[in-house]
């Protein structure tokens, strides 16, 4: 799969983050720091930049990825900016994970990001309500949906929003 090619003819990519052998499908483009079948681009996603142009990726997907990533010298807030960098205008980030008490967070040893449903608002100016979003003053997402279950998993749907202007 060329990728440039996709991005010149589509417009832009679906990316599946930390896909292992299970990429949603053909049209996606998966990356994972394993080489195996389906994974096109094979890059440690704590490792900044992506091999990726700015606005190139219209929805992206990371299905039990976050609780992954090392949360120590800002690398959540890193990680998200950097999603945020390549994705286009209004792209979505679809992300499943589980809830950070839950027996399946617990239960991993690899697991060392624990979120909750309040997590999100440090990255929505809106939900953060300015208070919680202005003590890192990430790159803003807008928080579209979000489903929890505190013995299970957690769904959360961002959108990219405009990069807000300082005042």
């Known amino acids: 799969m060329n990728i440039e090619k996709l991005i010149e003819e589509k417009g832009g990519i679906s990316l599946d983050i930390g896909c292992g052998e299970n990429k949603q499908g ?37 299905s039990h990825v976050v609780e992954h990533i090392n949360p120590h010298k800002f690398g959540f807030i890193n990680w998200m900016n950097e999603a945020w960098r390549v994705m286009k205008p209004n792209g979505q980030l679809a992300l499943a994970l589980p809830y950070w008490l839950s027996p399946g967070f617990a239960q991993d040893p690899t697991h060392c990001n624990p979120c ?5 608002a ?40 405009d990069e807000q202007k300082e005042d």
């Open 116 to 120: 909750n449903e309040h997590t999100w």
């Open 122 to 161: 440090y990255f929505d100016p809106e939900v953060g309500g300015g208070v919680l979003y202005n003590i890192y003053k990430p790159k803003p997402w807008k928080l579209e949906y979000i489903s929890w279950n505190p013995v299970a998993n957690m769904e959360v749907i961002m959108r990219k929003r």
């Open 26 to 62: 053909a049209e996606w483009v998966g990356m994972d720091i394993r080489e195996l079948p389906g994974v096109e681009i094979v890059w440690d996603f704590e490792e900044f930049p992506w091999p990726l142009p700015d606005e190139c990726v219209v929805r992206a997907i990371a």
